[in-house]
């Protein structure tokens, strides 16, 4: 019993000696004090619990402990995201009008007659009509992963195409989209 109230006292002398320090380091790491002080109190309860007579380097070791119990704390942690407030929502359409979409459609539709047979099928399908993408692999008779892949494969040629001849840029506004008199759209 003698033995067990001695371990207590060093444990008690070493938090009051080390506290600060851990703490100091905690607050490093976590933003909010509130969580750094939890977790702290967390890292001595967990110090209390150990038989610190088998440990060599203890300093070494209460800092590890800390180190582990602020990498769980952000572990368990959960990202919580809050909805931004109605007057910081940014003012974009939420559906796209049909003039937009039928502009849209005459400006691609010349880079899509360019794409090999296959693809373009495939991307018409799935962009311009769009048909799920297991559906047109059904159709087809082709395996999905494959369809996917030329999906993707297509997406990639049309957006080079598209870049190739317009040089898109991002501007201030959607209105202000230009394109060069070379462009077909």
Not at 16 to 40: G, P, W
Not at 63 to 79: C, F, L, M, P
Not at 145 to 160: A, D
């Amino acid at each position: 019993m003698a033995k067990n109230q001695d371990n207590l006292l060093n444990t008690s002398a070493l938090a009051h000696s080390l506290y600060s320090d851990i703490l100091r380091f905690v607050k490093s790491k976590v933003n909010q004090t509130e969580d750094a002080e939890d977790l702290t109190q967390e890292v001595f309860c967990k110090i209390a619990e150990s038989n610190l007579e088998e440990i060599s380097h203890v300093k070494a070791w209460i800092y590890t402990v800390a180190r582990n119990t602020v990498i769980d704390y952000y572990r368990s942690k959960k990202h919580i995201t809050s909805p931004l407030p109605e007057n910081e929502l940014p003012d974009f359409p939420v559906e796209a009008d049909e003039a937009s979409f039928d502009h849209l459609n005459r400006c691609i539709r010349p880079f899509m007659e360019q794409l090999p047979t296959d693809l373009r099928n495939i991307l018409v399908w799935s962009e311009l009509e769009g048909k799920p993408q297991k559906t047109i692999a059904e159709q087809l008779g082709m395996n999905y992963v494959t369809l996917r892949s030329k999906i993707q494969r297509g997406r990639k040629k049309l957006g080079k195409m598209i870049s190739q001849c317009c040089q898109a840029g991002v501007p201030q506004k959607i209105t202000e989209i230009s394109t060069p008199s070379s462009c077909q759209c």
